[in-house]
């Protein structure tokens, strides 16, 4: 495991990163020129997601189709530090980086068994009313699980 110190509001946390989640790349996740297309990194990330948060309590059906709240993406970002290709192996570390009042923002890095870094993504979730996307804040039971494995210091 991996650690993550964060601050959020005012108050220093430490976040133990799970155990790495273990892929292969597709062939039909590559471009002509035989790497992985850039917007299939986020493809890649969510894979990861759907993974990561039954490991810390939050079922599929939960987060994906609640019937109060929907969590769409308000922002996203990547660095791409070398190419991934198909038939590649590779593990993604997943973290909850930081919450606000009504979002979550996670962390990714895409790396080979060695440790080696394919990418870093970041993508923020907004959570929502469904009726009508206004902004709400995080259920609490949701907050207590996205932050299990924080600590303060």
Do not use: C
Request: proline share 5%.
């Amino acid at each position: 495991m991996a650690e993550l110190t964060l601050l959020v509001n005012g108050v220093v946390f430490s976040l133990m990163m799970t155990k790495p989640l273990l892929f292969t790349v597709a062939f039909d996740e590559a471009d002509r020129e035989g790497i992985v297309f850039f917007g299939n990194y986020f493809r890649l990330a969510h894979r990861a997601l759907e993974q990561f948060l039954p490991t810390i309590g939050i079922s599929w059906p939960e987060w994906f189709t609640n019937s109060e709240w929907g969590v769409p993406l308000r922002h996203v970002e990547a660095d791409y530090v070398r190419p991934l290709r198909p038939g590649d192996e590779y593990q993604v570390q997943i973290a909850v980086e930081r919450m606000t009042t009504s979002s979550v923002e996670f962390s990714y890095v895409l790396q080979d068994y060695g440790g080696g870094v394919f990418a870093r993504l970041k993508t923020v979730h907004v959570f929502v009313r469904r009726d009508d996307l206004g902004k709400v804040e995080i259920p609490r039971a949701v907050r207590e699980r996205l932050t299990v494995g924080m600590t303060s210091r």
